[in-house]
C-alpha cells in the first residue's frame, strides 16, 4: 500500500474502511491513521481509467449499478446560471489583486467546456484541459481553447493564469499532490484557485458511511477541509477561504434544478434544495453539518 498522499505516513495494509458494492465492480475506501484522509486501494492503472472516461461514461444512461456522467449540454440554462455566479464571484474577488485585462482562467477538468465558455463571455482569455478526447473534440469544434491533458502535466498557452478552477475535479485524481504542485506552477502568483469537493469530515457523509453518494468507482481521493488546506498549503497555495454548500447563493441552484423539471410538481424540490444550502452555513472548524465544499486559496508568492 502507498504512503498517504496527503501526509506521508507508511500505512500498513489492514482491512478497508469501506466496501462499495453498489456497481458493477466493487471497489474498496481506506483511511490513512494519521490524518484521516480517504482514499481508493487498489486504484485503477492508467488502462482502467482510459475506459472509466471513454466515451460510453459521457453517452450511457445511468442505469443499476452504472457510473456515468451527468451531462450538462442536457440543461445548458441551468449551468449557465451556476457557471456564471461561479466566474463573477472569482472576479470579484481577484479584481483588486490583478488591474490586468483580460484575466487568463483555465478550467482544469472542463469536460465539454462550459465553464470555459462563461468565462469567455464575461471578459476572460479562457482555456480548458480534459483527459477525456470525447469532450476535448466537441468543445474544440465549438471553438473553445480546450486541449486534452492531466492535470500533472498542463500544457503551455503562452501565458500564466490569474484564476483556476477545479470542480469536482481532484477527487478522480490519483495524485492530488502532483496535480496541485502542477496548477501551481501555471499560476501567477496571488491567483485564486478554487476547488469544489465533498468534505468527508461533514456530518452528512459521517452519518450516510459508505452510502454516501460520494463514493463512485471514478473518485481515487476524499478530502476533509483539513485534509485538502494542508495538501494546498504544501503545494505552494496560501489564503484558505472556505465556503458551504458553495460560494454563490441560492438561486443560480434553483435555476440549474429547474432546467430539469418536467412538470410543475417538480418544483417540490425546492424547499430541499433551499434547505440543504441553509442548513449547509452551519459550521464551526473543521465541523460542518453538510458536506458540500468550496475552497478558494491563493498562489503565494505575491
Same mark, same amino acid.
Given at each position: ?20 458494492? $453498489? ?49 450538462? $449540454?442536457?440543461?445548458? @440554462? ?6 456564471? @455566479? ?62 486534452? @491533458?492531466?492535470? /500533472? ?14 470542480? /469536482? ?77 458553495? /460560494? ?55
Amino acid at each position: 500500500m502507498p504512503p498517504c498522499n496527503i501526509c506521508g505516513t507508511e500505512i500498513t495494509p489492514a482491512p478497508p474502511l469501506y466496501t462499495i458494492d $453498489r456497481f458493477m465492480q466493487p471497489f474498496d475506501i481506506h483511511q490513512c491513521p494519521s490524518c484521516g484522509f480517504l482514499f481508493m486501494y487498489p486504484a485503477p492503472d492508467a488502462g482502467e481509467l482510459a475506459i472509466i472516461y471513454s466515451e460510453d461514461y459521457y453517452t450511457a444512461s445511468a442505469g443499476k449499478k452504472r457510473y456515468t456522467y451527468l451531462d450538462e $449540454r442536457k440543461n445548458p @440554462a441551468g449551468h449557465r446560471a451556476v457557471n456564471t @455566479a461561479r466566474i463573477a464571484r472569482a472576479l470579484r474577488a481577484v479584481k483588486k489583486t490583478f488591474l490586468e485585462i483580460p484575466l487568463n482562467f483555465l478550467d482544469v477538468g472542463c469536460s465539454f467546456g462550459a465553464l470555459v465558455q462563461e468565462a469567455n463571455a464575461l471578459g476572460c482569455r479562457a482555456c480548458g484541459i480534459d483527459i477525456s478526447a470525447y469532450t476535448v473534440d466537441y468543445a474544440q469544434q465549438e471553438g473553445l481553447d480546450v486541449r486534452r @491533458a492531466s492535470p /500533472e502535466a498542463i500544457p503551455d498557452f503562452g501565458f500564466a493564469f490569474h484564476i483556476v478552477s477545479m470542480i /469536482e475535479v481532484i477527487e478522480h485524481l490519483p495524485d492530488p499532490r502532483a496535480a496541485l504542485a502542477e496548477i501551481a506552477r501555471v499560476m501567477c502568483p496571488g491567483g485564486l484557485l478554487i476547488v469544489q469537493t465533498a468534505n468527508m469530515d461533514g456530518r452528512q457523509a459521517r452519518k450516510a458511511g459508505s452510502a454516501y453518494h460520494y463514493f463512485l468507482p471514478g473518485h481515487l481521493s476524499y478530502f476533509s477541509r483539513k485534509t485538502l488546506s494542508r495538501l494546498l498549503r504544501e503545494c505552494g497555495f496560501e489564503k484558505m477561504q472556505t465556503f458551504y454548500p458553495c /460560494e454563490f447563493g441560492l438561486l443560480p441552484k434553483l435555476k440549474k434544478s429547474r432546467g430539469n423539471f418536467k412538470s410543475l410538481r417538480d418544483y417540490r424540490a425546492w424547499p430541499r434544495i433551499a434547505w440543504y444550502h441553509l442548513i449547509s452555513k452551519i459550521h464551526r472548524g473543521d465541523f460542518a453539518l453538510t458536506s458540500g465544499m468550496v475552497i478558494y486559496a491563493r498562489r503565494a508568492g505575491l
